[in-house]
Protein backbone atom coordinates (compact mmCIF):
# COMPACT_ATOMS: atom_id res chain seq x y z
CA UNK A 1 0.00 0.00 0.00
CA UNK A 2 1.22 3.55 -0.64
CA UNK A 3 0.99 6.44 1.01
CA UNK A 4 -2.68 7.85 1.14
CA UNK A 5 -6.38 6.94 3.42
CA UNK A 6 -7.86 3.67 2.54
CA UNK A 7 -11.19 2.39 3.68
CA UNK A 8 -12.34 -1.14 3.10
CA UNK A 9 -15.78 -1.92 3.01
CA UNK A 10 -17.40 -5.35 3.05
CA UNK A 11 -19.07 -8.25 4.90
CA UNK A 12 -18.21 -9.79 7.94
CA UNK A 13 -15.11 -12.10 7.51
CA UNK A 14 -14.23 -10.82 4.37
CA UNK A 15 -10.80 -9.69 5.37
CA UNK A 16 -10.58 -6.46 5.37
CA UNK A 17 -8.71 -6.64 9.00
CA UNK A 18 -6.41 -8.84 7.13
CA UNK A 19 -5.39 -6.70 4.53
CA UNK A 20 -5.57 -3.65 6.31
CA UNK A 21 -2.94 -5.48 9.22
CA UNK A 22 -0.96 -6.66 5.64
CA UNK A 23 0.46 -2.90 5.91
CA UNK A 24 3.46 -3.86 8.95
CA UNK A 25 5.09 -6.80 6.27
CA UNK A 26 5.67 -3.09 3.88
CA UNK A 27 8.72 -0.69 5.22
CA UNK A 28 6.74 1.94 3.82
CA UNK A 29 3.72 1.62 6.21
CA UNK A 30 4.94 -0.21 9.31
CA UNK A 31 4.86 0.14 12.27
CA UNK A 32 1.27 -0.37 12.63
CA UNK A 33 -1.50 0.48 15.44
CA UNK A 34 -4.64 -1.09 15.10
CA UNK A 35 -7.48 0.35 17.14
CA UNK A 36 -9.63 -2.89 18.65
CA UNK A 37 -12.98 -1.92 18.41
CA UNK A 38 -14.49 -4.45 17.57
CA UNK A 39 -12.67 -7.20 19.67
CA UNK A 40 -12.37 -9.55 17.28
CA UNK A 41 -9.36 -10.06 15.60
CA UNK A 42 -9.04 -13.85 15.37
CA UNK A 43 -7.87 -13.63 11.79
CA UNK A 44 -4.40 -11.46 12.64
CA UNK A 45 -3.13 -13.50 15.92
CA UNK A 46 0.46 -14.66 13.94
CA UNK A 47 1.25 -10.98 13.77
CA UNK A 48 -0.76 -8.60 16.16
CA UNK A 49 1.02 -8.03 19.54
CA UNK A 50 -1.57 -7.38 22.32
CA UNK A 51 -0.70 -4.07 24.26
CA UNK A 52 -1.99 -1.50 26.48
CA UNK A 53 -1.59 2.39 26.66
CA UNK A 54 1.57 2.08 28.58
CA UNK A 55 3.30 0.12 25.79
CA UNK A 56 2.50 2.77 22.92
CA UNK A 57 5.40 3.09 21.14
CA UNK A 58 7.65 0.65 22.25
CA UNK A 59 7.63 -1.38 18.62
CA UNK A 60 8.01 -5.45 18.15
CA UNK A 61 8.91 -5.64 14.39
CA UNK A 62 6.69 -7.00 11.79
CA UNK A 63 4.20 -6.89 14.08
CA UNK A 64 0.54 -5.00 14.48
CA UNK A 65 0.23 -3.14 17.86
CA UNK A 66 -3.23 -4.07 18.89
CA UNK A 67 -5.23 -1.60 21.47
CA UNK A 68 -8.18 -2.38 22.70
CA UNK A 69 -10.74 0.32 23.07
CA UNK A 70 -13.44 0.81 25.52
CA UNK A 71 -14.71 4.12 25.18
CA UNK A 72 -14.49 7.19 23.41
CA UNK A 73 -12.27 8.81 25.90
CA UNK A 74 -9.46 6.33 24.51
CA UNK A 75 -9.95 7.99 21.34
CA UNK A 76 -8.71 11.00 22.23
CA UNK A 77 -6.17 9.75 24.33
CA UNK A 78 -4.66 8.20 20.92
CA UNK A 79 -5.02 11.34 19.39
CA UNK A 80 -3.54 13.08 22.46
CA UNK A 81 -0.80 10.95 22.39
CA UNK A 82 0.34 11.21 18.22
CA UNK A 83 0.04 14.49 18.67
CA UNK A 84 2.42 14.75 21.32
CA UNK A 85 4.73 12.27 19.94
CA UNK A 86 4.85 13.06 16.19
CA UNK A 87 7.80 15.11 15.88
CA UNK A 88 10.04 14.26 19.09
CA UNK A 89 11.51 11.11 17.89
CA UNK A 90 10.86 8.64 14.90
CA UNK A 91 10.91 5.11 16.26
CA UNK A 92 7.49 5.88 18.57
CA UNK A 93 5.69 7.17 15.83
CA UNK A 94 3.19 4.81 14.05
CA UNK A 95 2.90 4.87 9.69
CA UNK A 96 -0.27 2.95 9.85
CA UNK A 97 -3.00 3.72 11.91
CA UNK A 98 -6.39 1.17 11.48
CA UNK A 99 -9.72 1.37 13.19
CA UNK A 100 -10.98 -2.01 13.35
CA UNK A 101 -14.41 -1.01 13.06
CA UNK A 102 -15.20 2.28 12.12
CA UNK A 103 -18.85 1.01 12.81
CA UNK A 104 -18.38 0.19 16.45
CA UNK A 105 -16.16 3.71 16.80
CA UNK A 106 -18.94 5.31 15.75
CA UNK A 107 -21.19 3.67 17.92
CA UNK A 108 -18.42 5.08 20.89
CA UNK A 109 -19.06 8.86 20.17
CA UNK A 110 -22.97 8.20 20.73
CA UNK A 111 -22.63 6.03 23.57
Do not use: Q
Amino acid sequence: MGNGSYLFHGPSGAGKTTLAASAARDVRSSPCLLLNVENRLKYIDSIRRDITFADLGKLEKGKVDCLRIYEWEDMIRIYDWDYDNKNKDKLHTYKTLITDSTTEAHDLTLS
